[in-house]
């Protein structure tokens, strides 16, 4: 997917090589859709259309249009040589935002939600903004603890709590 | 009239001092929700759905479209001050709001912007009003094979109108409704493309996706093209409002066409960021001093601004009337009022006649709020944004995700809305519209069904879409519409001049 190619400075992703890779994407997913389509019945009962029967039609429009996006790009493959979807410089920041999400995300199962903000606003701050730890404690335990004092107080809406959330009684 | 009589007892409805401060809440959360990057507001609406479950219903869809007018006037904020589009509907305003506001003339153009989206909005709301009850009245003589000409026709709209190539459109449309079908049928009840994974058994939720797809998506763009915030002060006294507003009447015209552009591209849904566009090229086109336009030029503020308002507003009364969401913003106001058990649709406004008028009197009053609010307070709204963006993206992304966690209180939604992140990023770069996305994982089990209870009327023949003349030319003039980029590209072949490519 993340083919190499010289035409920027460091390395790129090119626009149609994503472009291929979505193309054939959006295509598995009409295939994924035709099949299990077929699986429940795709045809007509005797009281009507089947389960698969909307999906199927889904699917094959899926499939053609991810080969018709395909296509297009490889009758293009040479015109659009120096298009860029990203360069890897630039796509740097993008993980450095996408990554600690991720792992965020995965925090939130095991200490909640609101000891997991905290830690990734901090190291955020921290990382990306270069920030000294006063501020960064500021806004890092502030925004939980108001977010805190919104959904489980005002509104009693609950949100996933941790082991220190069930240590200080909630 | 009965309607008016509605209207009024409307107003009555609306005027009560609880609704009035929700209206004022709804408004500030909603101008604040404008000029934050990552959310907008369709995310915003979604995020503070769930906060609304104990108000009553028409408190509660009070606040929400009123966060709905405070998101329209705030990204007008951002566009003029800081040459950043807090929402894609003000990209437009961009092209002449920030030269304004380079020459110091950001007063202006911040009067001039708020006077139109004011003017725009208005005008939509009185459509509504005389429009609305008619068109409920005639929708409900409507069958399935009617609404799913209806809804062809909305699907067509998004392929034949908009910017985004037409297969692009196509497909990010049929994800939509491929991702709508997963889970339980609720026709039969058969369990479909779940794979035996339980999480599955729900479906995918299109708040997560609208969460996903324009929250953490426009957080990653936002990352990529690295922003540094610095912007001109706005202040507004006034004497310059008075002054601009004095000089406004002056652009009857254009404000009139944009008025018209908005109304039409809101109700047919091309949603608010393409009329606003096109209500820009319009009036540089017919402008005398056309040299100017991009130059910071007043006439191109009024334009877009007054569409995008027109257009977002609009929007709203095929969600009520049909309903059928004219724009994602729509479409999540639409999952609110079924969650409050309120089935949008003609209907409504037999059965729940107090909600409705009370919805439409508060659109009135909504907007006049809103005018006075954000022109009193763009000072401190443009300080918000000299917040470095260090700070604001860790906190929004803890926003979205508790926004994803309380729509069903479900781990695996948090999941989802990253993958969507991923792919509303992805989608953005290469041209996919996200908005035909959004409107086919809504309305996909509705289109569905009413497309299989059509076949099962008619026995499995498609002549029942043209089984008399108003379903027949309803789908004759989606096919029409959904063929225009075909039929166009072949007249440009047939011309020799450039062609369009698909891809």
């Given amino acids: ?170 | 009239m009965e309607d008016i009589g509605n209207l009024m007892h409307g107003f009555a409805v609306a005027l009560s001092w609880k609704n009035v401060l929700f209206m004022l809440v709804g408004i500030l959360l909603g101008v604040l929700i404008g000029v934050l990057p990552g959310l907008g507001g369709a995310n915003g609406i979604a995020i503070l759905l769930p906060l609304t479950f104990s108000m009553p219903p028409t408190s509660a869809i009070i606040m929400l479209s009123c966060i709905y007018w405070g998101a329209l006037f705030g990204g007008a904020i951002t566009s003029i001050l800081f040459n950043i589009p807090g929402e894609p509907w003000s990209v437009a305003t961009t092209f002449d709001g920030y030269p304004m506001a380079q020459k110091g003339r950001a007063g202006e153009a911040l009067t001039a912007a708020f006077t139109s989206s004011f003017v725009g909005a208005f005008f939509a709301i009185v459509l509504i009003t005389f429009l609305a009850p008619l068109v409920a009245k005639f929708a409900l003589q409507f069958g399935p094979p009617e609404y799913f000409a209806i809804q062809f026709l909305t699907f067509a709209s998004f392929v034949g109108m908009g910017r985004e190539p037409p297969v692009k459109t196509i497909a990010s449309m049929m994800i939509g409704f491929a991702l709508a079908a997963v889970g339980i049928d609720t026709v039969t009840g058969t369990l479909r493309m779940t794979y035996g994974i339980p999480a599955l058994l729900q479906g995918f939720d299109f708040l997560i996706a609208v969460i996903g797809l324009f929250g953490l998506g426009e957080i990653f763009l936002t990352m990529e093209e690295g922003l540094s915030f610095k912007g001109k002060h706005g202040r507004i006294d006034p004497k310059i409002v008075l002054k601009t507003w004095a000089e406004l009447p002056r652009y009857w015209a254009t404000s009139l066409r944009s008025c018209i552009i908005g109304c039409w591209m809101g109700i047919t849904p091309g949603g608010a960021t393409p009329a606003s566009f096109m209500s820009y090229g319009m009036a540089r086109r017919f402008a005398k001093r056309k040299e100017k336009f991009g130059d910071g030029e007043i006439e191109g503020v009024v334009a877009p601004e007054t569409a995008a308002h027109a257009a977002g507003t609009s929007a709203l009364l095929p969600m009520l009337t049909l309903g059928i969401p004219g724009s994602p913003t729509a479409a999540v106001l639409l999952g609110g009022l079924l969650i409050w058990g309120l089935q949008p649709g003609p209907l409504l406004f037999v059965e729940k006649k107090d909600f409705v008028w009370g919805l439409i009197a508060s659109m009135y009053l909504g907007n006049i709020v809103g005018l006075i609010v954000v022109l009193t307070t763009v000072p401190w709204w443009a300080s918000i944004l000299r917040i470095p963006f260090a700070i604001i993206a860790p906190v929004i992304v803890v926003i979205c995700a508790i926004g994803a966690y309380t729509v069903h209180n479900n781990m695996f939604d948090v999941v989802m809305m990253v993958v969507f992140g991923v792919v509303g990023y992805v989608f953005k770069k290469l041209k996919y519209p996200l908005a035909p996305f959004v409107l086919a994982l809504v309305l996909g089990d509705m289109a569905e069904t009413a497309f299989r209870q059509s076949m099962l009327v008619s026995g499995g023949n498609l002549g029942v879409f043209w089984s008399n003349w108003l379903v027949g030319s309803i789908v004759t003039l989606g096919i029409v519409i959904l063929l225009w980029p075909v039929m166009s590209a072949l007249r440009e072949r047939a011309r020799g001049g450039p062609v369009a490519g698909g891809a």
């Fill in chain 1, 1 to 170: 997917m993340a083919e190499k190619n010289d035409a920027g400075k460091g390395g790129v992703i090119s626009t149609r090589s994503m472009e291929v890779a979505v193309g054939l994407l959006i295509a598995l997913l009409g295939l994924i859709a035709v099949t299990d389509s077929h699986r429940v019945g795709a045809a007509w009962a005797e009281d009507g259309p089947q389960s698969g029967y909307f999906p199927n039609i889904i699917g094959w429009i899926l499939i053609a249009c991810g080969a018709w996006v395909v296509f297009q790009q490889l009758r293009r493959w040479r015109q659009d040589a120096n298009k860029v979807f990203v360069t890897l410089h630039d796509f740097k920041p993008v993980l450095t935002m996408l990554l600690p999400t991720i792992g965020y995300v995965i925090l939130i199962g095991f200490i909640g939600i609101y000891v997991a903000s905290a830690i990734f606003i901090a190291g955020f701050m921290l990382f990306q903004g270069k920030y000294r730890w006063l501020p960064t404690l500021l806004v890092s335990v502030g925004v939980p603890l108001a977010m805190f004092v919104l959904f489980e107080i005002w509104f009693l809406v609950p949100l996933p709590k941790g082991p220190l959330e069930s240590l200080l009684g909630y």
